[in-house]
């Protein structure tokens, strides 16, 4: 497990659940991705993914609720 990577995760997680952005959630993902990249599985990195993909237009945008889950998932698999 890296525990960078999960706080960053968890951090990110904090602020879905504080206030909603699909474009922030996108950019940090991003972020995330670039930095632990060669960390990840590939269900995680997928996953990851699917978040990054939200700044592409309004079909791609999530819900919250599948947002977190989503975060859930990829905190749940760095344990």
Known sequence: MNKDLNRELSKLKDYVLQSYDPIEVSSTAMEIYNNYALQLSVAS???LMILVAMDMGD???LPQNEVEDLLDF???QQD
């Open 45 to 47: 990195s997928d996953k």
């Open 59 to 61: 079909e791609f945008e």
């Open 74 to 76: 990829l905190i749940n």
